[in-house]
């Protein structure tokens, strides 16, 4: 089997919002693009050198979600592997065995939507806050792509982007607290 050399890249932008603006944004994506779903997500980020991620969606599906380079950058390589569901605790337990543990988990409600040819995705995550996402999967261009989903984010009248430093930031606090806090929200 040979290995996959044409990875997509996913390009995007993303801001953090407040209850307001992201009330206003599903308004606005319900009238102006093609609703596409909404999602409970449960989200383990794992202690491993690489990102690697099994995502739990709506109680019946899963993935196993690679991203390469940090967290915040404005594109990564990024494959998605579908498992059965029945399978997630066999997964975890594989895991732990080579020594991958939790490092972090998410909880998170997305709304999906299709602006044109931009996925769009609205979230509210439990004890880290309200954040949109304006993501393309390429195959180059990245840097263009990237101008082009800034100013898509720009043009939606959000008060202030927030910066990768901010995300960095606000991830660590999220990542040394992440029990407590979606305690706290539970």
Known sequence: MEINKKINKEVEVRSFIDDLTYGKLIEYFDVNSKFIGEEEQINYYFNCKED?????????????????????????D??????????VSNI??????????????WERYRRIYKWNDIKVCIDDNK????????EKL????ED?????LYKKLKSLNIQKITTKQEFNKK??????????????EI
Not at 78 to 87: A, K, L, P
Not at 92 to 105: A, D, G, Q
């Open 52 to 76: 690697l991620r099994l995502r739990i969606i709506n109680n019946n599906k899963a993935k196993l979600v690679y991203k390469s380079g940090k967290i915040h950058d404005n594109y990564r």
């Open 78 to 87: 990024e494959i998605e592997v579908n498992i059965d569901y029945n399978n």
């Open 92 to 105: 975890l337990f594989i895991l732990k065995k080579l020594n991958i543990n939790t490092e972090i988990k």
């Open 127 to 134: 004890g880290y806050g309200n954040i949109i996402e304006l």
């Open 138 to 141: 390429v195959k180059g261009n």
């Open 144 to 148: 263009k792509v990237y101008k082009e």
């Open 171 to 184: 991830f660590e606090y999220y990542k040394n607290n992440w029990k407590k806090l979606l305690k706290n």
